[in-house]
């Protein structure tokens, strides 16, 4: 199954709009019907274009072939959206991806030595260019938990007299960064941190043709960490990246913002606040529905005051 048969877009073609244009594309995280629907239904309340992106680990959770039929049947409007694989570890789960119908795969060799990072991400390239689907690859590592596999503790910043050969070897399409974002909840020790955005000018400046993507962008908003813990959880310390540096990071090429961790929150939120103040109920399409509305909420919000990404397709 190739992507163009239905109804999903190229990524590559997104990011270079929204690089020309200075917005992001946001790629969030699905898992599941609820998760996949609350994209899409932002998407379309917004008119943003939207990347859909599938964990290996989430890739695993759904199947791949139900994936692809909860896919084949939303049945959206073309050029619109892409659907893509985040952080694939080898080149056999890249394959699998885009053979599948994915429009776009990220190979993942960040934490391999550089020349390992070069050739595999090179050798995913070789395969996926051939039927046009897109590649995302990485250099420099992020800190935080980044699937079930990985929990990388040691980080280091993207080193920009290195990006320009990367491209070049890798040809990749877009290239993900490390300049001080990391994956999960816990991203700040205290509020006033900020990016590295020297490093990030100096990489825009090293390599200005490419679309640059950032990972760990959450900000995880206060109030779902509040409503979670006000109806019985206890999430403590969780701390993201402000909206205003994710906005600064756009205006220096960064065109595709990854985002998990504040769907995460929206949703466990709504689904603790409606089984606490609803106890009788017993129907999961009741409390999934609601989990599924706050999610959608808080894209559209994403979209809007983070990305500027509405009204651009
Ligand atoms: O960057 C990774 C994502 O947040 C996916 O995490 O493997 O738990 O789905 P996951
Ligand atoms: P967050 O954990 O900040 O949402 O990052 C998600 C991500 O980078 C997915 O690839
Ligand atoms: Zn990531």
Known sequence: MHYSDFWLANTKNLLKRAMR????????????TETLTAILNA?????????LAVSESALEYMGGEML???????????????????????FEVCKYATDLGFSSVMFDGSALPLSKNISESRRVADYVHKINVSLETELGILAGTEDKN????????????????????????????AIGTSHG?????NTNETLRFDILEQIAK??????????????IPQKYVNQINKFGGDIKNARGI??????????????????????????????????????DIFDPRFYLNAAREEMTKNCIDEIQNIMGSGYKI
């Open 21 to 32: 244009d200075g917005y992001a594309v946001p790629a969030f995280n699905f898992y599941n």
């Open 242 to 279: 402000s909206p205003a540096q994710i906005r600064c990071a756009i205006s220096l090429h960064v065109a595709k913002v990854n985002v998990d961790s504040d769907s995460r929150f929206a949703f466990t939120a709504a689904i603790r606040k409606t089984l606490a103040t609803k106890p």
């Open 206 to 219: 090293n390599i200005p043709n490419t679309p640059l993507v950032l990972h760990g962008a959450s900000n």
């Open 185 to 189: 909840a816990y991203k700040r020790k």
């Open 43 to 51: 998407a379309q309340i917004t008119q943003s274009p939207v990347i």
């Open 68 to 90: 692809m039929g909860m896919i084949r049947g939303a049945e959206y409007k073309r050029g619109q959206i892409a659907l893509h694989l985040d952080h694939g570890h080898s």
């Open 150 to 177: 990985t929990t990388a503790k040691n980080h280091s910043y993207t080193d920009p007299d290195l990006v320009k050969d990367f491209v070049k070897q890798t040809q990749t399409d877009s290239l993900a960064v």
